[in-house]
């Protein structure tokens, strides 16, 4: 439970740290023009970001693809006639 812990808190700093790094990014950018180097924070950035993979890796987590329905099977869920009011299709009141 301790690392579950852990990574739920490297996590948090993770998302902080992609704010301000993003708002850094638009303020005056990431990279110091005088000595051409990244912003020190974008290094951390990444140390913490390898630091949650590492934490996954070790609880066993790895990222899948959520399965998405086909088309059909979609239209089927969401656009079946059952789904609509009384189970029919409303008619125009013009009598098209």
């Known amino acids: 439970m ?3 812990d852990a990574a739920t ?3 948090i700093i993770l998302d902080s740290l992609d704010m301000y ?9 990431l990279v110091n023009r005088r000595n051409r180097k990244v ?9 913490v970001a390898d630091s949650l993979a590492r934490q996954l890796h070790t ?3 790895e990222r899948r693809r959520q399965q998405e329905p086909s088309l059909n099977e979609y239209v089927q869920k969401n656009y079946s006639e059952s789904k609509r009011p009384g189970g029919k299709e409303k008619k125009n009141p013009n009598g098209h």
Do not use: C, N, P
């Open 21 to 29: 790094v993003f708002e850094l990014a638009g303020i005056s950018g």
């Open 39 to 47: 912003a020190t924070v974008v290094t951390d950035r990444m140390r």
């Open 9 to 11: 808190g490297t996590k």
């Open 2 to 4: 301790a690392l579950l």
């Open 59 to 61: 609880l066993g987590l």
